[in-house]
């Protein structure tokens, strides 16, 4: 008798644990497009089996073990970091391309060939009033194409100004949930083996690694630390130390912790890594080169009217053009020069040429840094362009890399159906089995009450 009802028990036992396998199964197959789910397996363990002991075995769970890959996560999140930093220099840089304007016919390059065009067809009619307003008219439109690229330049920075605040917020509400989930870990033991909320943090660290390079340490109860840039935290256990953005000597921004100190230099991937490198070293770079370009043009077209005549025989009262220094490209203007006070004439000979020889010279003139005007634009375009292309490649390379990576880890984590439809069917029939020793157990007891009465 005593062996029979060990046997029910054993065979209870076991379909508790067989339906706990089922639910295992069925939340694989509910959870297979879940972003972050790792595939979960029953761990089963044996009961000790010692007759003279009155211990009849039998099978328990000992839980879950999830699939996922610690070391094939930290690669996908590693990669996460590179790629989300190139792909957001590519996206930025991307936005300077409608005002580079170096084909020739529009920007500065072509508004400073038809500058000088005007000012060679003064050579030969210096005294022509509408050559005079076509070279006014040009100069006007050179100051036009500076600009146009410097506030091209500008409105490229506000954007990369709003990126940095809206990575930021993005990082505060990924740091934000994880608080919560390190209070859940602390609260209950057991939802380290949840797997949806598994699920979830393992989502918002890849995530998170997009937008920040971070150090990610987990205690043994489940909660998890984040080290910006491996030194500074953002989250430890229950509480969130919030990031910020401040001005920073010569009009750059710096990345604070909650104490204020800067952290910037310990940044080494991510997409707020790359906005504000943008932001404080490659566009200010442009934008320097770019004021150095105009101011050196507007100074030496001022200064080579100011050596001549007017048609009225006087020096010229005013430059052709005025600019603020602190910002040339931006402020460059013309003077409101009427056509007849264009210095074109050298003073010892009025009426001539002299000085219109001069000013058409200058074209050729290596007067910006070693190169003439063209030159020194069409450089600043190559470099924009070779930075675009620059990181156009390495976006490229970082996506195929970080979808290697991912698929990688998919291979070691993801739900497969078909083992999943597998897995269920050697439940189900094992179940059946179990259930069929109930059966036949129940059958025996109820013969042998019948023998007994």
Not at 100 to 119: E, K, P, V, W, Y
Not at 236 to 246: A, D
Not at 331 to 338: C, E, K, N, V
Not at 392 to 398: C, I, L, P
């Amino acid at each position: 008798m005593s062996g029979l009802l060990g046997s029910l028990r054993n065979a209870a036992g076991a379909m508790r644990v067989l339906e706990r396998g089922m639910a295992v199964v069925q939340s694989n197959v509910t959870n297979a497009s879940t972003p972050g789910y790792a595939r979960q397996r029953l761990i089963t363990t044996p009961l000790p089996f010692d007759l003279d002991r009155g211990l009849v075995g039998g099978v328990a769970t000992a839980g879950t073990q999830s699939a996922r890959s610690p070391h094939a996560e930290q690669s996908v999140r590693r990669l996460s970091s590179f790629s989300g930093a190139a792909d957001q220099r590519a996206i930025q840089l991307a936005s300077l391309e409608p005002v580079l304007g170096i084909d020739g016919a529009q920007g500065i390059g072509g508004a400073l060939t038809r500058f000088f065009q005007a000012a060679s067809a003064l050579t030969v009619t210096p005294n022509d009033g509408s050559a005079r307003e076509h070279l006014l008219e040009q100069a006007s439109r050179a100051a036009s194409a500076f600009q146009h690229t410097s506030a091209g330049l500008g409105e490229a920075m506000a954007s990369v100004d709003r990126g940095i605040q809206a990575q930021l917020n993005d990082i505060h509400a990924i740091a934000a949930r994880l608080q919560q989930m390190n209070r859940q870990f602390k609260q209950d033991y057991r939802a380290q083996d949840d797997a949806g909320l598994d699920a979830e943090l393992n989502s918002l660290l890849e995530n998170l690694a997009g937008k920040v390079d971070y150090t990610l340490l987990r205690a043994e109860d489940g909660s998890v630390s984040v080290l910006v840039g491996g030194q500074t935290p953002l989250v430890i256990g229950e509480r969130l130390y919030p990031l910020s953005i401040v001005p920073s000597p010569g009009g750059a921004v710096a990345l604070v912790d909650h104490d204020g100190r800067e952290i910037t230099a310990q940044l080494a991937g991510g997409g707020l890594t790359t906005l504000l490198d943008l932001r404080n070293n490659v566009y200010p770079g442009y934008q320097q080169s770019l004021d150095r370009l105009a101011e050196r043009f507007a100074t030496e077209v001022n200064a080579t009217l100011a050596a001549g005549v007017d048609q009225n025989g006087s020096p010229p009262a005013t430059g052709l053009f005025t600019f603020d220094p602190a910002g040339a490209a931006r402020s460059l203007r013309t003077t409101g020069l009427a056509a007849a006070e264009l210095a074109l004439a050298s003073p010892t000979a009025p009426g001539g040429n002299g000085n219109a020889l001069a000013l058409a010279g200058l074209e050729q003139q290596r007067l910006v840094d070693g190169v003439t005007f063209a030159q020194a634009y069409g450089n600043l375009a190559a470099r924009m362009g070779r930075d675009l292309n620059t990181a156009r490649d390495e976006a490229g390379v970082q996506r195929q890399l970080f979808a290697q990576a991912r698929e990688m880890r998919d291979e070691l984590s993801r739900v497969n159906l078909d083992e999943e439809a597998i897995a269920l069917m050697e439940f189900q029939r094992a179940y059946q089995a179990t259930a069929r020793i109930v059966q036949t157990v129940d059958e025996m007891l109820d013969t042998m009450m019948a023998i007994f009465r």
